[in-house]
Nanobody
Framework: QLQLVESGGGLVQPGGSLRLSCAAS??????IGWFRQAPGKEREGVSC????????NYADSVKGRFTISRDSAKNTVYLQMNSLRPEDTAVYYC??????????????????WGQGTQVTVSS
């Protein structure tokens, strides 16, 4: 059973930065995705990274502002978020999928989910 633990959320002013972390043991063979859900909205994919870290993908809304990376030695995946906007406010979740890269944007293929971390962008 894989357990994912997110950290790094908080309150930040527009234009600021945060780095989210997703820690787990034994997830080196999984695609890792970051998703977010704002109040009253559906959960949406933000970014994902392949099992070896060689492939990354971003939603259009965060492209150029967010960077995903993974440190296999530390069993951690990071989401660096820069130039944050109020519309980035949401609960952010990391998730792990064993189904491969081709299904990376399909929520239902992610077997394991973290508990979520709140990100609030407000002045």
């Amino acid at each position: 059973q894989l357990q994912l633990v997110e950290s790094g959320g908080g309150l930040v002013q527009p234009g600021g930065s945060l780095r989210l972390s997703c820690a787990a043991s034994g997830f080196t063979r999984y695609v890792i995705g970051w998703f977010r859900q704002a109040p009253g909205k559906e959960r949406e994919g933000v970014s994902c990274i392949s099992s070896r870290g060689g492939l990354t993908n971003y939603a259009d809304s965060v492209k150029g502002r967010f960077t995903i990376s993974r440190d296999s030695a530390k069993n951690t995946v990071y989401l660096q978020m820069n130039s944050l906007r109020p519309e980035d406010t949401a609960v952010y979740y990391c998730a792990a999928s064993s189904m491969g890269w081709s299904t990376r944007w399909q929520n239902q293929v992610y077997n394991y989910w973290g508990q979520g971390t709140q990100v609030t962008v407000s002045s």
